[in-house]
């Protein structure tokens, strides 16, 4: 990991694929999941997961998918449990195959929707769905007020 220099302060955001023990540190789980060693020069503050994927925080959002996808976009086929952490990624990934089969977009693609839908969602939302999400916010937010 580069050193920042000034003002810059470096942000490690990445899928956590799997449930995340709950006391564990980001970094703990990267370990134990990817192999991935902590830098030297990281803390917990420079890495982040979405739990399980990316996409469980379109659920906390899901007027967004709505409103990406368009007619013939069924909601009621997207896994229902608020409690989006606990959602296995391949519920999400069937849910959104299933709720975008039908509109003109076509089928959920990640490299064609994903960033899209991710910069429209209300980070409130999201933070209240999440755990782990409102602990990125709070990260930024204190380092942004330095």
Not at 30 to 42: E, F, G, I, V
Not at 113 to 134: C, M, R, T, Y
Request: charged content about 25%; some cysteine.
């Amino acid at each position: 990991m580069a050193n920042p220099s000034g003002n810059e302060f470096i942000v490690l955001v990445v899928d956590s694929e799997a449930p995340v023990i709950k006391d564990n540190a980001p970094w703990e789980h990267l370990r134990k999941q990817d192999n991935w060693d902590k830098p030297t020069a990281a803390s917990d503050d420079n890495a982040h997961l979405m739990v399980q994927c990316m996409e469980a925080w379109f659920l906390a959002d899901k007027s967004v998918l709505a409103s990406h996808f368009g007619h013939g976009f069924a909601a009621s086929a997207l896994p229902a449990n608020p409690n989006i952490e606990v959602v296995p990624k391949s519920d999400i990934d069937d849910g959104l195959k299933g709720a975008t089969r039908a509109t003109s977009k076509g089928k959920y693609n990640k490299g064609r929707d994903s960033f899209a839908i991710l910069g429209e969602l209300n980070p409130q939302l999201v933070a209240k769905a999440s755990p782990h999400a409102a602990r990125l916010l709070s990260t930024l937010e204190a380092h942004v007020s330095e």
